[in-house]
């Protein structure tokens, strides 16, 4: 649109000959706007005031790109796995992760911010201007002097001069950008199935024996992590279950083993004991991974992995609380309702000389959710 009173236009080849101030001039003349007040912030270029403002802006920008940086290096190289809090230092150490990469990814974000607004603050000109509302849509000219305007208070903000503002603000804003695609990039750098032997493996658990030979008993949590209570058949009814975890000999007097092997999230499972006369379909290959009417599954549900731990005794079904996933332990675990698609797998058990239920081995099957590699 071109203002309402008639205004002369200049042809396509006068268009064309403009200066980009000319345009500018012309298109405020088109649209109407009236500049009513303008004022450069350093109207002469390279004084001790502009450096002093550039410097503080540029250090903004260099606050944000070493909190990008620093972000960076926790986010890469801090301890983040978790360590009992016996272990003091690499506990405290494992506690400060999450408040470093927020703390840094945070004032990196800030620092970028501040920067930007102290900019606009310092160096845009102030200017004020008035222009009147106008319907449909803007004509060719317009068009072309709107794209002169632009490159024209781009100029004016003197961000083109401004070699070190624009390098630390290119500095902040890369090493930010690099940050936040390292979040999503970070959990695929390490590969947690090369080695099915490494304790990150999800091929085995931690009912795996460590040595052959070593014995894995059945051991419930007391809510004392330091207690070791085994578990005999003859603790559970008919028709009970109880939450068992492994327990070998050489923890016995490892406080920090003692605590880890309650929390690994592979380890819980399911003893239960049938009722007697219970009629029960066991899965193909694994008829003797039961010890008489004690059978045991893992706890961790193959949906989404959590704790399957309502069990209805008459109807035989465990109960995912999550999806409400729901398991046949009548019929080997099978799914009957719900998301999740595989049976929980089953640990197979017998009893030591003493008495004491134990593991004969670990899972014949990775527990818990499925994965890429995993092929059913
Ligand atoms: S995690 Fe169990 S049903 Fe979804």
């Not at 071109?2 to 396509?12: A, N, R, T, V």
């Not at 001790?48 to 940086?69: I, P, T």
């Not at 947690?192 to 070593?214: I, M, Q, R, V």
């Not at 035989?316 to 099978?334: R, T, W």
Request: glycine share 8%.
């Amino acid at each position: 649109m071109s203002g309402d009173k008639p205004i002369e236009l200049p042809s396509e080849a006068e268009l064309a000959e403009m200066s980009r101030d000319d345009l500018v001039k012309l298109g405020t003349k088109l649209d109407g706007v009236e500049l009513v007040h303008y004022e450069e912030k350093f109207p002469v270029p390279g004084t001790r005031a502009e450096r002093r403002a550039q410097r503080s802006v540029a250090a903004w920008f260099m606050v944000s790109a070493l909190s990008g940086l620093a972000f960076l290096g926790v986010f890469l190289f801090w301890p983040w796995e978790y360590e009992s809090p016996f272990n003091e230092s690499g506990h405290f150490l494992h506690n400060l992760y999450n408040p470093l990469i927020g703390l840094f990814l945070g004032l990196s974000v800030v620092a970028l911010g501040v920067g930007a607004l102290l900019y606009t603050k310092k160096f845009l000109p102030d200017e004020l201007a008035v222009q009147q509302r106008h319907d449909g849509p803007s004509a060719a000219v317009d068009r072309a002097t709107l794209v002169a305007e632009l490159a024209d208070a781009g100029d004016r903000s003197g961000i083109g001069r401004r070699s070190l503002i624009k390098r630390t603000a290119g500095l902040g804003a890369g090493v930010l950008g690099l940050g936040v695609a390292a979040v999503p990039l970070g959990a695929l750098m390490k590969n947690p199935h090369t080695d099915s032997e490494t304790k990150a493996s999800l091929w085995h658990t931690s009912w795996k024996p460590e040595k052959p030979g070593e014995k894995v008993y059945l051991r419930r949590h007391t809510g004392n992590f330091h207690e070791v209570s085994l578990v005999r058949p003859e603790d559970v009814e008919p028709g009970g279950f109880e939450t068992v975890f492994p327990f070998r000999e050489s923890e016995r007097d490892d406080e920090h083993a003692l605590v880890a092997a309650l929390k690994r999230a592979d380890a819980p499972v399911m003893l239960i004991r049938m009722r007697p006369n219970q009629a029960i379909t066991k899965r193909a290959g694994q008829e003797d991974f039961n010890h008489g009417d004690l059978y045991a599954y893992s706890k961790i549900c193959t949906h989404l992995g959590c704790p399957t731990s309502l069990f209805e005794q008459q109807t035989g079904l465990l109960l995912c609380p999550c999806h409400q996933s729901q398991f046949d332990v009548f019929e080997y675990a099978k799914p009957r309702f719900g998301p999740a698609t595989r049976p929980l797998p089953q640990l197979p058990i017998t009893v030591d000389e003493e008495g004491y239920l134990v593991a004969r081995s670990d899972f014949i099957e990775a527990v818990g959710p499925a994965f890429w590699e995993r092929k059913s």
